[in-house]
Structures are given as structure tokens and as C-alpha cells.
């Protein structure tokens, strides 16, 4: 029968494949080329299109006796299967690749490589008639290796030139074969003769029964069982090291991977989608792994991901001196992590500054002017260049009230009960908070508070919000009064002026203000008195602000700090996020209007929240007449 063209071939059997594999996102148009880098085939995750070699699947179809249409097909569907079943995402390959390093070395690539081929072809070559495909594939390949005599031409020639017998590296390598090991494992799952014969190796045959042994589709031990393939490849690996003659390295790297080279590396995948993966990885996976992880990404690629903040931009004379620790190192951190969670907040309907134009005075039209600004009463209803004129338009600036997500204050508890999990979950809540407001429109101003207070006025620099959130205190907690009164009034008195700023609570401030206090309350070192009186030249400032109080609750006064949330409340909006709080319902009991509390425990808490209530914010209104309404 005459040999067809590989591309009528693959314009034919890839919509076939494409409907077994529910038609994934993945380019129609395959790349065939005469010869490829790995030799065979491979997926490329940034196109998303599947590359093949037509020397590859000429040898396939002369040398094997596989058929065009299957040749094709089963090469579509392992390539496919990589997007579809395994690994789909770089973040699979981060995380084995990184745990890989640690636990085989230099057999860490290969390894993860051939892991990443049984999870792709297990599912398929388990389906009796869609399986054959990928089955015939595999009985092609093993048929090529052992007409060349495991070794392929070209690597022969290149141990000839090195002066290396090419039948000794065969022979080591038919007895200790990887390749031949999974070969014979897909020919007894698939329950078809795949042309594998270990009867007279039985040290393959003892390692396939070690991989009979592991259940590759249960999910949930897919780490122990990496850990157990892993240990049986690179024990399969090191023995043929030990058999091989001495070889370079590059030569040997090419003896030790899987025949079909086509395993995708971190290094595949755009920076887009590295940063999507190392987003789930730190989700899934804590602070310290994920450092870990994101460290062996950069040596990778040899790419910096997660750059350091730069310094705020107005830290005032004073404030680095004083016990205030800054942790701009960890803002990287808990600024990819806030991305995975997101955040609704409820619009509230605020006096804002609105900027309309209006018609002053008349000049001539020429051509090429808006035609929106004519005047057509000037000529008549004509258009005459030069005669008709045209209306100047000039901007004014009007007090309206919109529906708009208010600025921001968050209030972060950062004294010494505040400290490991707590501080760190406290941290993420400040960072959601951030971040979805900034998202917003909005300006996040901070009030860091512990036996001093540093403040940070609402700004739309998120570089310097982050700052003052991985800012520390530590020891006791005193809020000092007269400075967040100060503080409001700065807000108030700043208008249009956005320039950063930040103020910060001085050791003669908190002097003065426990010199104040009775004796036995000069003693009272654990304190959190939060109460502010309401002004009424307040009251504006404090309706475009959203006020976020996170602190662990453990309140002595508590009954000063429901009244200053209870007369913020009568135009503002507060949320409570009560951080490792074992009597949070106590806070519930109260009916705290027009404030949220939210008892987080875990991280996970901090998902799907809402930040202000509509209806809450609407007062009751009687339904208004219709003449399409019927009660």
C-alpha cells in the first residue's frame, strides 16, 4: 500500500482524537517537522500545540509495522494526554521536581520524567479499544530498540567516536531498561503482548512486580506513590550505572532518559503560567515549601520570581529607630498568597467630588473639530469652516453621591500575644483587605498598634501598606487616644494632598498618657482601649471609611471598645476578624450594628468573604407605586 503524507494523516485522525479526549484546548493544527530536538514528539504548554518528528514516525510505520492512522494517534493521544491527564499544570512539575532534588539527585530528572509518562499513558492504556493506540505505540518503540539493537544508530556512532564498545552500553542497558521495565508493565495492565520478554532478567521481573504493587490512580496517595516508583527507578538506574562503561555525562544523560524524550520541564512553561503555578503551590502548601519550591523554579529557569518591595517612600526621620521592626522581607510572600483569595466588597453610597464640563463661550469651527461641540444654530443649520463656531467646553467640579467602595483602615494587632500562626494569619487578612480595596479604587491607610502605635495614612502606594502590615511590635498594648484622634483629623485636613505619610507613637506620648492613668491602671500593661468620641466634623471622613480591626480579641475593657465601634457605626462600616478567638460567639452576641465579625481559626477562613452588608447600608423604603405591580 502507498505511503500517504504524515500531514493528510494528521488533518484526518486529529478531530477522531480530539472527540476521545472531550475536545480539550489544544491548537487543531499539529507541527510536523523532519526532525526534532527529543527525536520524537513533545507538547509545547505555552501554544499548547503538538510538535512530531516524521523521521520518528517513518521509522514507526517502515521499521515497526505500525500502521499511519495509529502511528498518528497514538502519538496525538500521549502528547494530548499531558495536558489532559498528567501533569496539566507546571505546579505538578514544581512540586516533584523539587522534591525529586532531595530524595534521588542526580537521577531527579529522569525520574520525574518517566513518572510523568506512567501517569499520562496508565489511564489510557487501561481502555480496552481507546487504549490500543497508545498500546501499539509502546509495542513500536520496543521493536525499534531491539532492531537497533537497543541502541540507536546515532548514539553508536558517537560511542565509536569515544571508543566505546557500543554492545556492552546495548547490553547494560537491555539488562537494566527502564523503558523495557514500563513497556512490560503497560503490556500486563493492557493484557497484550507488547513483544516484552523478562524470562531471562529477573531483576526486571522482581521491579515490575514492584510496580504492580503501587495504585497509580489513586490521587490522594499520589506522593507516597512518587516516593515508591521513584525508589524503583532510580535503583534501576543506579545498577545500570554501575554496568555502564565510562561515558560523558551529556552522553550518559541520553542513555538514562525515557525513549520518548518528550517530558515537559518548569522551563516549558511562559512566565505567565510559572506565576499561576506558584500561586497554587503556596496556597497548597505553606511558607517554608514554598520558598523551597520557588528557589528551585529560579534555578530552573534562571529566572527571578516574587522581586523584593522597595522601601516605602516616606518612612519620616525616627521611625526606623524605634522599636517598630519592619519585614519587608516577608511581603513577597503574603503578597502572592492574598492573591489566591479573593474578596467581595459591597458599594456604599458616598459624597464624592464629581467633575462635569460645561458649554463657556464660543469659538470658530474648523475641520477636523468634535462635530459634538457645533453649535448648529450659529449658521443656520450649515456647516460653514471658519464661520460656524463651535462651543468651548470647560470642567467643573460638583458634590454627588455615588455608590463607591469606601477608603480603607486597617487596625492590625501586633503585640506579643500576636505572634507565630496568629501574626501569620493576621497578616494574610490584612493583605486580602489591601489588595481587594486597592482593587477597588480605594486608599488603605494602617494603624499598626501595640504598646506604641504607628499609623499610615490611606494611600494608593500598596508597597508602603505592606510595609507597615509586616511591621512588629511586640510586648503589651496601649492605644494611645490623642494620637488616633490625631490621625483622623490628618485624614480629614490632607484633601487632595496624597502625599505618603506616616506618624508613629514617641516613648514621651505613651509616658504622658500613663501618667494619666490611675495606679492600678499604670500596672495594666495587656491593654486595648480603643475608644474614640464621634465628632461631628468627623463624621464626613469617617463615612468614606471601611475600618478592618484584626486582633485576637482578648479585650480587658471591652465594654470601651463597643462603644467606639458602636459610634463608628453610625456612619462607617467595621469588620472584626478575630484571629485564633476560641469565644468568638461572645462577639456575635453582642449585635454590633453595621459590623462583621469573622472568627478565623485557619486560613481557609478567610475564604469567600463579603466585606459590608447592602442592606444594611439602605434604610427601608415602602415599595414604590406600579401600574405593573398587583399585591
Known amino acids: 500500500m502507498t505511503k500517504r503524507p504524515w500531514q493528510e494523516i494528521v488533518q484526518e485522525q486529529v478531530p477522531i482524537v480530539l472527540d476521545e479526549f472531550y475536545h480539550p484546548l489544544v491548537q487543531t493544527d499539529v507541527t510536523l517537522e523532519e526532525k526534532l530536538g527529543c527525536g520524537t514528539a513533545y507538547f509545547d504548554f505555552r501554544t499548547n500545540r503538538t510538535h512530531m518528528a516524521t523521521t520518528f514516525l517513518d521509522d514507526l510505520h517502515e521499521k515497526a509495522a505500525v500502521p499511519q492512522d495509529i502511528a498518528v494517534r497514538g502519538v496525538l493521544k500521549h502528547e494530548f494526554g499531558h495536558y489532559h491527564h498528567y501533569p496539566r499544570e507546571c505546579d505538578v512539575l514544581m512540586f516533584f521536581g523539587h522534591f525529586a532534588e532531595g530524595q534521588f539527585g542526580k537521577h531527579a530528572k529522569s525520574v520525574v520524567a518517566y513518572w510523568v509518562d506512567i501517569m499520562d499513558n496508565l489511564p489510557q492504556v487501561l481502555k480496552r479499544e481507546r487504549g490500543k493506540d497508545i498500546r501499539e505505540l509502546y509495542r513500536g518503540m520496543n521493536t525499534l530498540a531491539e532492531q537497533m539493537g537497543i541502541v540507536s544508530a546515532p548514539v553508536r556512532e558517537l560511542l565509536k567516536f569515544l571508543g566505546v564498545n557500543a554492545d556492552d552500553v546495548a547490553e547494560a542497558l537491555r539488562t537494566y531498561s527502564v523503558d523495557r521495565l514500563l513497556t512490560a508493565y503497560y503490556q500486563h495492565q493492557g493484557k497484550e503482548n507488547l513483544g516484552v520478554d523478562l524470562s ?32 524503583i527507578v532510580d535503583g534501576v538506574l543506579q545498577k545500570l550505572e554501575e554496568r555502564l562503561p565510562k561515558v560523558p555525562e551529556d552522553v550518559l544523560k541520553k542513555l538514562l532518559g ?123 443649520g450649515r456647516i460653514l469652516p471658519g464661520i460656524t463656531t463651535r462651543y468651548k467646553e470647560a470642567a467643573g467640579t460638583r458634590k454627588d453621591k455615588l455608590f463607591k467602595v469606601p477608603n480603607l483602615l486597617i487596625c492590625e494587632d501586633t503585640s506579643g500575644s500576636m505572634s507565630g500562626k496568629w501574626l501569620d494569619q493576621a497578616r494574610l487578612a490584612g493583605f486580602i483587605l489591601a489588595r ?5 479604587e480605594a486608599e488603605i491607610g494602617v494603624m499598626n498598634f501595640s504598646v506604641n502605635t504607628a499609623f499610615l495614612l490611606p494611600t494608593r502606594e500598596l508597597p508602603d501598606v505592606y510595609s507597615m502590615l509586616c511591621a512588629y511590635w511586640g510586648g503589651g498594648t496601649f492605644i494611645n487616644i490623642p494620637k488616633i484622634q490625631e490621625y483622623i483629623r490628618k485624614i480629614g485636613e490632607r484633601g487632595s494632598d496624597r502625599r505618603l505619610e506616616r506618624m508613629y507613637t514617641s516613648g514621651e506620648d505613651y509616658q504622658q498618657l500613663v501618667e494619666r492613668l490611675p495606679a492600678e491602671q499604670q500596672r495594666e500593661f495587656i491593654e486595648k482601649n480603643l475608644t474614640v468620641k464621634l465628632k461631628e466634623d468627623m463624621r464626613a471622613v469617617y463615612e468614606k471609611l471601611d475600618t478592618a480591626i484584626i486582633t485576637d480579641g482578648y479585650i480587658a475593657n471591652i465594654d470601651e471598645v463597643i462603644a467606639y465601634i458602636n459610634q463608628m457605626a453610625v456612619v462607617s462600616r467595621n469588620t472584626i476578624f478575630l484571629i485564633g478567638h476560641s469565644d468568638a460567639g461572645e462577639w456575635d452576641k453582642l449585635s454590633l450594628p453595621n459590623t462583621q465579625i469573622i472568627p478565623v481559626d485557619k486560613p481557609e477562613d478567610l475564604v469567600n468573604l463579603a466585606i459590608g452588608k447592602a442592606r444594611r447600608l439602605v434604610p427601608e423604603q415602602p415599595r414604590p407605586a406600579s401600574l405593573f405591580y398587583m399585591e
Not at 517554608?288 to 523584593?308: N, S
Open 436 to 440: 481587594n480595596y486597592h482593587a477597588n
Open 258 to 380: 525515557p525513549a520518548i524524550a518528550d517530558a515537559p520541564d518548569v522551563g516549558d512553561f511562559s512566565d505567565d503560567q510559572i506565576e499561576g503555578g506558584l500561586d497554587k503551590i503556596i496556597r497548597k502548601w505553606g511558607k517554608e515549601r514554598y520558598g523551597k519550591i520557588r528557589d528551585y523554579v529560579q534555578r530552573e529557569t534562571g529566572k527571578r520570581f516574587d522581586q523584593p518591595s522597595k522601601p516605602g517612600k516616606s518612612r519620616q526621620a525616627g521611625l526606623e529607630s524605634s522599636e517598630l521592626g519592619f519585614h519587608d522581607d516577608q511581603i513577597t510572600y503574603y503578597d502572592r498568597l492574598s492573591r489566591t483569595y479573593g474578596l467581595y466588597i459591597h458599594k456604599k453610597p458616598l459624597v464624592v467630588d464629581v467633575q462635569d464640563t460645561f458649554p463657556e463661550g464660543q469659538e470658530r469651527f474648523h475641520v477636523g473639530d468634535a462635530v459634538r461641540r457645533l453649535n448648529p444654530y450659529s449658521t443656520g
Open 200 to 231: 531471562d532478567n529477573p531483576y526486571l521481573q522482581g521491579k515490575l512486580e514492584e510496580l504492580l504493587a503501587i495504585n497509580y490512580l489513586d490521587m490522594s496517595s499520589e506522593i507516597p506513590n512518587f516516593v515508591l516508583f521513584g525508589t
